[in-house]
């Protein structure tokens, strides 16, 4: 059987080199931002006991319990954006 013709092969062509572009850094958080977050989350924990102990008004009994959980979360946000 004949060989079939081979097909020249082109030489890959050489890209320039471009060094990466440095991210900046994000800045780091303000000095009253850890006392933030964690003030949220214990403000939360502290509407959720207050609610069980019958101290909040009675007419949104559910409803505190879920400003409580609602503050713990932007706690738990706001520590995700903590540098």
């Known amino acids: 059987m004949p060989k079939s013709k081979s097909r020249k092969k082109k030489k890959p062509t050489s890209r320039p080199y471009v060094p990466r572009k440095e991210k900046p850094r994000p800045k780091p958080a303000?000095?009253?931002?850890?006392?933030f977050m964690i003030g949220l989350m214990l403000l939360g924990v502290l509407v959720i006991v207050l609610n069980y102990m019958g101290l909040m008004p009675q007419g949104l009994r559910a409803a505190w319990l879920w400003v409580g959980l609602a503050l713990i979360a932007a706690g738990f946000m706001a520590a995700t954006r903590y540098r």
Not at 30 to 35: G, L, Q, S, V
């Open 30 to 35: 303000p000095r009253w931002y850890p006392y």
